[in-house]
């Protein structure tokens, strides 16, 4: 069974860290690019970061650049975002998913991406 599973959210003040993480079982992300996603309550659902297979190529949404960093660890089959001076506009439940593209390709479209983790909540608040 192909799955993902995100973890690391939490409650966190303005201007704290948490550092998400998206495993993957049943099949191997070598040759996934991989993206996060974010939804806050009431809003459409919203890209925040990619990277592709080789992790040679990354891209971040505006809101989230300078302060996001997305990494990934093939051989732990996991993906990373290092998320920094959180802002409780960074309030959301945080999706990881896969995109079956090798290589160099990345992407922020979220219609490339086919297998979705379940998410998980961060709260940014004093």
């Known amino acids: 069974q192909l799955q993902l599973v995100e973890s690391g959210g939490g409650l966190v003040q303005p201007g704290g860290s948490l550092r998400l993480s998206c495993t993957a079982s049943?099949?191997?992300?070598?040759?996934?690019?991989i993206g996060w996603f974010r939804q806050a309550p009431g809003k459409e659902r919203e890209e925040v970061s990619c990277?592709?297979?080789?992790?040679?190529?990354?891209n971040y949404a505006d809101s989230v650049k300078g302060r996001f960093t997305i990494s990934r660890d093939n051989a732990k089959n996991t993906v990373y975002l290092q998320m920094n001076s959180l802002k409780p506009e960074d309030t959301a439940v945080y999706y990881c998913?896969?995109?079956?593209?090798?290589?160099?390709?990345?992407?922020?479209?979220?219609?490339?991406?086919?297998?979705w983790g379940q998410g998980t909540q961060v709260n940014v608040s004093s």
């Open positions: 998913a896969a995109a079956p593209y090798g290589g160099s390709w990345y992407s922020l479209s979220q219609a490339l991406y086919l297998y």
């Open positions: 049943g099949f191997t992300l070598d040759y996934y690019a």
């Open positions: 990277i592709s297979s080789s992790a040679a190529n990354t």
